[in-house]
């Protein structure tokens, strides 16, 4: 989740100690209007949601933003990803530790 005031957390409400360790995660103000730009520049607020299921060993992706009073839900699927929202993701998976 990324608030406006480009603060980051991960993984869920998690109360344990692990989360509290955690280092803050914070974009800057030229990161969150980069990131604004890009969901203007994929035209997210009018994508729709994928249809279908998502394929055996494919990541999914659920994005849901909100920005005013305009608010979308999109899941895509790797190998289906459209072109103009994969800078989009890209960005967001820079933003999150990886798994493993």
Do not use: C, H, W
């Not at 060993?57 to 920005?67: C, F, G, K, L, P």
């Not at 459209?82 to 998976?93: F, G, I, K, M, S």
């Amino acid at each position: 989740m990324i608030y406006p005031g480009g603060r980051v957390s991960f993984g869920g409400p998690d109360l344990s100690k692990e989360a509290y360790a955690r280092a803050p995660r914070m974009m800057n103000d030229a990161q969150v209007k980069q990131l604004r730009r890009m969901l203007d520049r994929a035209n997210f607020f009018r994508l729709a949601p994928a249809q279908g299921d998502q394929p055996p060993d494919a990541y999914a992706y659920e994005i849901v933003a909100r920005s005013g009073n305009r608010t979308n839900f999109v899941e895509v699927f790797d190998g289906g990803i459209p072109d103009a929202l994969a800078p989009l993701l890209e960005q967001l998976n820079a933003l999150f530790p990886k798994e493993g």
